[in-house]
């Protein structure tokens, strides 16, 4: 699916740089392009691609510091700027665009669901967001960024492709190396979804595109990505069963958002050697994700791709009611209510409580 991708605020900047490396690096050429939008000047730097600072005058350049609802306003007065940028990026071949940011921050957390609806009145091709939710052991403010974030976020977009960054912390390092393989992570994951939706010529019939993905995805909210790989034998009946337990794992231990079980709409993506990837595989899987998400509308395909290995891919829609997004919204609840009882009355704050109690 050809890309363009919009990277909101720190965590949003620096991810849609891993994005646009990993399919540089694979020669895929989903990711078309690439824009880097924020109020911290800093943050901008390093970005390879063109960049625009927002809300120059508000802030001038030293970013929103957490405040979301300052976010908001900066891109909501900013937004023509922004948009210009994407003038000549965005064109006839474009099949989607995605904002990419952390929602539990201030910049990408209250501008994504600004320039979000504000794409979807410019353009009439999908609009998603790649959402990044906090950790459990971030403080209040993260979750309540992200409770109210998601919320408009669910509302604003096609869809919004959540991704915790608790499912791909690993212990012992350190919060910016972290950060870093958690990024790089994302990137193949997603980078790898966005390859398997381009047309590849001379292939078998099976091979998945752009308009399966759309359609997985269709129904709006939120989705989640899992993903797992095995390696491969040279002959494909003997890659069933490596099939069927990568995508058990991509789906049961791989997913973006752990727990998403329960969905509305599925793709399963087999990635492997043409030759050894196993037809009768690959319908297995589909399957069984049927079986396990309660859905009846899982698609499945093929993916060509020069490796030794196998991997899984599953693009799971609709996934609201899964327990990890209900276990989420409620610790963005209980953040709310506590920051309620430090300002207490503070009609902001009941709002957001009322916001929130009918996400669910
Ligand atoms: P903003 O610049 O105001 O939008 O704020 P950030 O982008 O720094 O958002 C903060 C949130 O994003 C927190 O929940 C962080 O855990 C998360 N975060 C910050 N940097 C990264 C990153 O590089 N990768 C990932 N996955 N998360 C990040």
Do not use: C
Request: charged residues 25%; negative net charge; glycine residues 12%.
């Amino acid at each position: 699916m050809k890309t363009v991708l919009i990277g909101v605020g720190q965590a949003g900047g620096k991810l849609t740089a891993a994005l646009q490396s990993f399919d540089q690096q694979m020669g895929f050429g989903a990711v078309l392009d690439a824009v880097g939008v924020n109020t911290a000047k800093t943050d901008l730097q390093s970005l390879p691609f063109e960049t625009v600072l927002i809300g120059q005058d508000r802030v001038n350049g030293h970013g929103v510091g957490g405040d979301n609802e300052l976010g908001a306003e900066v891109m909501e007065s900013d937004k023509t700027e922004v948009m210009s940028a994407l003038d000549g990026r965005v064109t006839a071949k474009t099949e989607s665009i995605f904002v990419v940011a952390g929602l539990g921050g201030g910049s990408g957390s209250g501008g994504a669901p600004v320039l979000a609806k504000a794409l979807r009145r410019v353009y009439d091709i999908p609009v998603y967001v790649l959402g990044i939710l906090p950790g459990e052991d971030e403080g209040a403010m993260y979750q309540v960024n992200a409770g109210r974030s998601l919320k408009t976020i669910a509302r604003e977009s096609d869809a919004v492709l959540l991704v915790d960054n608790d499912a791909f912390r690993s212990s012992g390092e350190s919060m910016r190396a972290g950060y870093d393989a958690i990024n790089d992570a994302i990137a193949k994951r997603v980078g790898l979804l966005l390859a398997a939706g381009e047309a590849v010529e001379g292939v078998g019939e099976s091979v998945v595109d752009s308009s399966e993905l759309i359609n997985t995805l269709r129904a709006g909210g939120i989705a989640a990505l899992g993903y797992a790989s095995a390696e491969a034998s040279d002959v494909a009946e003997e890659n069933i069963n490596a099939v069927m337990s990568t995508t058990r794992r991509a789906v049961l231990t791989g997913t973006s958002l752990p727990d998403a079980s329960t969905a509305d709409s599925a793709l399963v993506v087999v990635a492997g050697r043409p030759e050894v990837v196993p037809r009768k595989g690959v319908e297995r899987a589909r399957r069984w994700v049927e079986d396990e998400t309660g859905s009846t509308q899982v698609r499945g395909g093929d993916f060509p791709l020069e490796s030794g290995r196998l991997a899984s891919l599953v693009l799971l829609g609709g996934v609201e009611r899964s327990g990890r997004v209900e276990s989420f919204m409620e610790r963005a609840r209980e953040a709310i209510e506590e920051a309620d009882t430090v300002v207490r009355g503070d009609p902001t704050e009941q709002w957001a409580n009322d916001e929130l109690e009918d996400l669910l």
